[in-house]
């Protein structure tokens, strides 16, 4: 049988790539079981520095499979089982990146919109068409409305109309939007700079930033002080001061 998301690793890097071109990258149950496992892989694999999440064709993800959708028991629809995948991509230890060649739709957006960095081609297209066939974009909005500006996301969300990659990259949902024969160059760029980062500080980056700290300002100078200190005497803190005296690259970072 054909997989629907290919895997490979290369350099520090874990790569899922969306091959179901039948139904455009559609987010049926077959797919998000094999994007999971496919996750699973890449964060328990301790060589793998860098997640990337792209797709063999030019259409990044048509949202959920409609007709697997309308095909469903009511008690067992597709979207359920889409939570736990934007989890798995927001609790990630490891930076998510989404490489974005083509159209995204509805859940394709609340996908790339769990990612830590979007990197997109300037003749990709985005809209949330959820209304239009009489839904809500509720799971997504658990990743899109963080980045979107607040009038943007009333406005896309509603009228469901289809923006380009600038448009994208000017609301906030995607970081970087270049010329589509540069997409992969700026990914690469990201890359590059992404596995200089220390495994662990990187984690524990996405982690404060997934919960910034809260209570009195004191309070929480005090927990960040602390935080600092265990990295700084840590193995990877004393490790990235010492390559930074001896001007070597640090240990953690893949080598050519």
């Known amino acids: 049988m054909t997989e629907l998301v290919r895997y490979g690793v290369a350099r520090g890097v874990a790569t899922l790539t969306l091959d179901s071109p039948d139904n455009r990258n559609a987010l049926s149950p077959r797919l998000m079981a094999e994007l999971a496992a496919g996750l699973r ?71 790339l919109a769990a990612c830590d960095v979007v990197v997109a081609a300037r003749s990709a297209t985005f809209a949330f068409t959820e209304v239009r066939v009489g839904v809500v974009p509720a799971v997504i909005s658990v990743t899109v409305l963080p980045r979107l500006l607040p009038a943007a996301a009333r406005e896309l969300f509603l009228t ?10 000017a609301v906030g949902l995607v970081n970087s939007c270049v010329p589509d024969d540069e997409l992969d160059a700026e990914l690469r760029r990201y890359l590059d700079l992404l596995v200089q980062g220390a495994p662990g500080a990187l984690a524990g980056t996405k982690a404060l930033l997934r919960e910034p700290p809260a209570g009195p300002v004191p309070d929480r100078l005090a927990a960040m002080a602390e935080l600092s200190a265990r990295h700084f005497a840590g193995a990877e803190g004393r490790e990235g001061m010492a390559a930074f005296a001896a001007k070597r690259p640090a240990s953690w970072v893949p080598q050519p």
């Open 41 to 111: 892989s890449a964060l328990a694999d301790e060589a793998v520095r860098v997640v990337v999440l792209t797709s063999a064709d030019r259409v990044f993800c048509s949202g959920m499979d409609l007709k697997a959708t309308a095909a469903a028991d009511p008690g067992d629809l597709p979207v359920t089982a889409f939570p736990d995948i934007l989890t798995t991509i927001l609790d990630a230890p490891k930076p998510v990146v989404a490489r974005v060649a083509g159209p995204a739709r509805a859940g394709g957006i609340g996908l």
């Open 160 to 169: 469901g109309e289809v923006f380009d990659g600038p448009r994208a990259a």
